[in-house]
């Protein structure tokens, strides 16, 4: 089951290696930096996910008393866990940051649309009482359309 469910995770660096060639014209350190940076993000949240899976099907299952097991695993998460947490959240906060200067830089989209993932970012980091992930998801079908309805550019001898 977990193979399944983790299969399109594998596929994502190469969405980001994608991304960051096309990419690099413009700015080529933010781009592939943004992709490494989000790579490692999607390393750590495979780990910090996989912990919760886990911890959900040992709690389901019944036979292993949960008290126990929850105070096996929150001893046991020291720097490990403070590693692939890191890893996570820097790797995404940074990568993120980076993929829209080189967005930014490009040109392919909108440049309010890079600042309100930008804010985005600043607004997840609050963390607030609403569906904050709104803000991400209008960002990103405004990006989409406006590369959708981009026009073609020559290609020069």
């Keep these: ?11 994502t660096p190469l969405g980001r290696a994608a991304a960051a060639g096309t990419l690099a014209g413009a700015s080529p350190r933010p781009a592939w930096t943004g992709a490494i940076l989000l790579t490692c993000a999607g390393a750590g949240q495979v ?34 866990m403070t590693a692939f947490t890191v890893m996570f ?5 940074g990568g993120i940051l ?21 804010a985005f970012q600043i607004v997840d980091l609050a963390g607030p009482p609403f569906p904050y992930t709104l803000i991400a998801l209008a960002v990103f079908c405004w990006m989409a359309l406006s590369i959708a309805r981009a026009r ?6």
């Excluded at 089951?1 to 596929?11: D, F, I, K, L, S």
């Excluded at 919760?52 to 097991?69: C, P, Q």
């Excluded at 959240?89 to 906060?93: D, K």
Aim: charged fraction near 10%; hydrophobic fraction near 50%.
């Design 47 to 80: 780990v910090i996910s996989g912990v919760e899976v886990i911890s959900y099907v040992v709690g389901r299952s019944g036979r292993i008393d949960i008290s126990a097991y929850s105070e096996v695993i929150n001893s046991g998460s020291g720097p490990p």
């Design 98 to 118: 980076a993929m829209m200067i080189a967005l930014w830089r490009s040109g392919a989209v909108p440049r309010v649309a890079c600042a309100l993932m930008v």
């Design 152 to 157: 073609p550019v020559a290609a020069t001898p």
């Design 1 to 11: 089951m977990t193979t399944t469910v983790r299969a399109p995770q594998a596929w």
């Design 89 to 93: 959240m820097g790797g995404a906060l």
